[in-house]
């Protein structure tokens, strides 16, 4: 496959909304979509947005109509503490500025955009700019939309709450500065394709279906598919929540999986202690086989009353036997208590996670990790401070301990 024909696999089903997408607006449910404004650290899915109510005797005001320029601006801030074997915290610096600027908006009833940058840095010598998201969203109904261009890639919960949204302070599956739990995705869980997903029934049912990595001459199209349903409560739209700090009970359960032809390259790797190779010996020719990803998670939160909000996150991933960790899973538990400390209300949380090497890569450990936080919301998502203690087994790499700590302000 060609570029050229990976424009061309852009540009009909593009075609096609183009031209079914008035029809589809006038039979859809809803009247219009709702503004994909400059979405958090991702584009806002599509919903209406109700008309106020008006007191009886007054005329009735007309609500609003969406706007076609929206402006959005997300920051999280960290900073970090950390210690290796017996040196428990002895290193303690500024960790990572992440400022997400945005803009997005609706121009008709079935089309909306959004644009995102993003800016990451260590310090202001290390700091990057970068395209985030660029995406073009038709709306035919609410259970048949089709997204072009760079956006998130629908795989495990994790990605589709974004690191805003994320329960835990710090995200899962990083050990050693590398990516060991998760999806196939480019940076930042995105990737540049085309997605046709639905939602039926305002979340009861979802299903994502997206083709990516369509430059890639010498692979076919990475294929990522996710469907969720929703066992109690509802959650619409493109993206879930990690936690919906008690405004809404939720049991949803999902499952999704990633396959790309040729899509795997890997390097058969040499067990510990084995003598190095006499000297001339070629070294090991990279292989090329298929990528394959599969995950599935069961999300519940519940508000017992005056005894708090509880949170259960289960999620298992299973791999192709060539990627360096083949199996994985993380169970993530949370509370919030009924009280409220000072200003908002404080959540309690605790992550394990576990990931298996390959028996293709004798040399990488198994890795294992517990994650102990608390984050404190002053107004929700849009403003909270967060705390996280993390301690990561990393096999022959010994033991490594984190405390990390920041803020984030993410306006709706």
Known sequence: MNRSRSVSFLAVP?????LVAPLGAAVAAEPEAKPASAPEVQPAAA??????AQPAPAPAAQASGPSPLNF????RVNTLARGRGD?????????SILAVPGVGGQLTPWFSYAFNAVGYAENFESAQARLLDAVGMFKVADPLQVWVGRFVVPFDRFNMSGPFKNLIWDYPGIYGGVRRIGGENGPF???TGLS?????NRGLF???LMAHQLENPDAGPRLSGRLSVSLLGREPGYFVSSSYLGEKDVVALGVAMQYQHDGRTWTPGTPPGTPPPPAGTPAPRPEVDNLVAVTADLFAEKTFGSAGTATLDL?????????????AYAITAAYIPPLKLGTGRTQFGVRWEEAYASSHQPQLPDVRGVDLSVSHFVSGYNLRLGIDYARQWLGSGGVANTLTAGFQYSPP
């Open 14 to 18: 593009t075609t096609i909304a183009l």
């Open 196 to 200: 046709v997903w639905g939602d039926v």
């Open 72 to 75: 959005r601006l997300q920051v």
């Open 206 to 208: 979802k299903y994502h």
């Open 189 to 191: 869980g995105r990737d």
């Open 87 to 95: 040196a428990f915290l002895n290193d303690y610096r500024f960790d």
């Open 315 to 327: 999620a298992y991933y299973q791999y192709d036997e060539y990627r360096a960790y083949r199996r």
């Open 47 to 52: 919903q209406q947005t109700p008309a106020p």
